[in-house]
């Protein structure tokens, strides 16, 4: 069983990993995105549109925040759940001029969308290069 425990770890071995919390704003309106595009003329606006029901949607939004490393001077950081948010989540569509999918991550500067992504393609996004 040790063999098995060094594998796969183990919840009770003493070693916590440490989460990284992030500035999440929550993105539950429509009215916000005119919010985010007046804000996008001076600072990055990042949208994470996630699916709370979908495993890989989990997946990559804690690949997303292990790597995150930007403080809200630099960046806003939204948060929409799209299942709770629907009517949001088809108007940033629109407003943004993407295609709906899931997970997905919008860069949004100077009122429009200079990158997206979705799934595993998020991680090839370098936000570095918007801020």
């Not at 770890?9 to 539950?28: A, F, M, R, Y």
């Amino acid at each position: 069983m040790g063999f098995l425990k060094g594998l796969f770890g183990n919840s009770t071995d003493g070693k916590k990993k440490e989460v990284n919390q992030l500035p999440w704003q929550v993105l539950d309106a429509v009215p916000q995105l005119t919010e985010i595009e007046k804000r996008s003329q001076s600072k990055t606006q990042v949208i994470f549109k996630h699916s709370t029901s979908c495993g890989i949607s989990r997946m990559v939004m804690n690949m997303f925040v292990s790597n995150y490393d930007f403080t809200p001077e630099q960046v806003d950081l939204y948060y929409l759940d799209l299942l709770a948010n629907r009517e949001v989540s088809n108007e940033t569509g629109y407003t943004f001029q993407v295609m709906h999918q899931s997970p997905q991550l919008l860069v949004i500067r100077n009122g429009v969308a200079v990158a997206h992504a979705s799934h595993g393609a998020i991680a090839d996004i370098d936000l570095n290069q918007y801020v």
